[in-house]
């Protein structure tokens, strides 16, 4: 449990650093390694919107260019009411690395969701469908 309250910190510290002028919606991200080793992610957004990045492939995007290719949970930090789930993109790019890592999603309160990411891509399209 120790471990999953550190990523949260380190999740909403990241979200402090989210670049996001045009909608304000501030995510930050921290992904744990099978190692223990945590990085960190914010959204960073564009003009041409298209360009924009969410926090949780910025976070893994920081892992896999140090080395890092296995991934326990991520944690994903908003200063809302409600739970942000990861978008489809960052589901399909997490789940190139581990189809069942977890999901820990934090609120403005400070309140926890956990999932599975196989639950939130049942069907994930992976290494197996090119063969």
Wanted: proline share 2%; glycine share 6%.
């Amino acid at each position: 449990m120790k471990q999953i309250e550190k990523l949260i910190k380190h999740a909403q510290q990241a979200a402090k650093f989210a670049y996001a002028p045009y909608s304000k919606f501030k995510v930050g991200a921290a992904i744990l390694t099978h190692k223990g080793k945590i990085y960190t992610g914010a959204n960073i957004e564009n003009a041409s919107y298209g360009l924009t990045v969410c926090a949780e492939r910025v976070a893994l995007y920081k892992a896999v260019s140090q080395g890092e290719k296995k991934f326990n949970t991520i944690a994903i930090y908003t200063n809302t009411k409600d739970f942000t789930m990861p978008c489809g993109a960052c589901r399909q790019v997490l789940a190139e690395f581990n189809l069942h890592m977890y999901i820990v999603l934090i609120n403005r309160k400070g309140a926890i969701k956990q999932f599975s990411l196989s639950a939130l891509l049942p069907y994930s399209f992976n290494k197996n469908s090119l063969k």
